[in-house]
């Protein structure tokens, strides 16, 4: 539906984005990762047409949409980070306002019909400015629905809301998703695993991978650390750790009986190569038994900390910064 060609942005002299590419396919919910200042605001603005890229091309439905503005208008439901909206209105004359603005044929009725979808109906009467966040953004997301919407761009929609307002939000996008192809940026981990079926994860300005949430942690939890459980006791702690800790490729080697039970320890490996069988192979050379051998908390967040890591190693060593990771279980 949305295809983005090799764009790159730059402001004065700083360039932000290098040579951005991807797809959102119809029906998806693609998740836009990465920390503060990554790039996530500026390609979203770059996509709805508010910002002209230094160069590349976005197309929608195969229109370039800087040719084809209204192309793209039209069908395009956008949310940006810091929701405006006029205090003195109501939720309801909002959200009409917003219907006509949008030429709407029967504004109120598609009014009463989003603000039913979006939860907002027992709000219908309450002045903007008395909303909590988390009904601010339920605004927010019902103006982006309002028309003929097929592609929503959501730009942080859960920044600054409590976790009950998060939930509350996730489950509405969840519930748009089923008829609209949304696009959402966030820095936060569980965001994506919970609310997207596929991830980009943009690291200063790069694509530096993309999968599903399930595929990236399987794809990077193996470089990052792990937990091994030796039939060791408490008093053999020191000289086993001395044998996981010989290869130059393991970076680290903690006792964790506390966190693991007894016998274990917690290896972090340079994250150059999957080290799993190499630390095995290790212990039962050294005579240990292995009871337990398991990542080491292998969420997205590891998967993402791992890979921002090995992006800033690479640069550091001169290397290609591009980690090379696209695909991973997509
Ligand atoms: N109008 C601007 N003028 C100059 N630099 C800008 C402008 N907008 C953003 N930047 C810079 O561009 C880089 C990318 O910013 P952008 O807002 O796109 O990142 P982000 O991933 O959305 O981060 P955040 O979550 O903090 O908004 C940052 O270094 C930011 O300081």
């Not at 797809?23 to 910002?51: D, F, H, Q, W």
């Not at 503005?69 to 306002?97: D, F």
């Not at 998703?177 to 919970?194: A, M, Q, W, Y």
Request: aromatic share 4%; proline share 4%.
């Amino acid at each position: 539906m949305l295809e983005v060609l090799n764009l790159s942005h730059t402001y004065g002299s700083t360039r932000v984005l290098h040579d951005v590419s991807f797809t959102v396919a119809e029906g998806e919910i693609l998740g836009l990762l990465g920390p503060n200042g990554a790039g996530k605001s500026t390609t979203m603005r770059i996509l709805t047409g508010y910002l002209q890229p230094s160069s590349g091309r976005v197309l929608f439905a195969g229109k370039d949409i800087q040719k084809e503005p209204l192309a793209l208008r039209s069908q395009l439901g956008y949310m940006p980070e810091n929701v405006p909206l006029y205090p003195e209105l109501t939720v309801e004359e909002h959200l009409v306002w917003t219907a006509r603005l949008k030429e709407a044929a029967d504004a109120k009725g598609d009014t009463a019909a989003v603000m039913e979808r979006c939860r907002l109906t027992e709000a219908r009467g309450k002045l903007v400015r008395h909303l909590s966040k988390g009904f601010r953004q339920r605004v927010g997301l019902a103006q982006a629905i309002l028309g003929p919407t097929r592609l929503l761009i959501l730009d942080e929609p859960t920044a600054g809301l409590d976790p009950q307002q998060i939930r509350e939000i996730r489950d509405l996008i969840r519930e748009l998703g089923k008829d609209k192809t949304i696009l959402l940026s966030t820095h936060i981990l569980p965001e994506v695993e919970l609310t997207c079926d596929r991830v980009l994860i943009i690291n200063e300005g790069r694509i530096v991978a993309e999968g599903t949430p399930g595929g990236l942690v399987d794809t990077f939890g193996r470089h990052g650390s792990h937990i091994i459980r030796l039939d060791v006791d408490q008093a053999d702690a020191g000289e086993a750790l001395k044998t996981l800790d010989a290869p130059a490729w393991v970076r680290s080697v903690e006792v964790s009986y506390e966190q693991y039970g007894e016998g274990a320890f917690t290896v972090t490996t340079d994250g150059a190569a999957d080290r799993r069988a190499d630390i095995i192979r290790l212990a039962t050379q050294a005579g240990y038994g292995v009871l337990e051998f398991k990542p080491a908390g292998a969420g997205l967040e590891d998967a993402f900390v791992n890979l921002v890591h090995r992006q800033a190693g690479l640069a550091e060593n001169g290397g290609e910064t591009q980690a090379g990771a696209q695909g991973a279980g997509s």
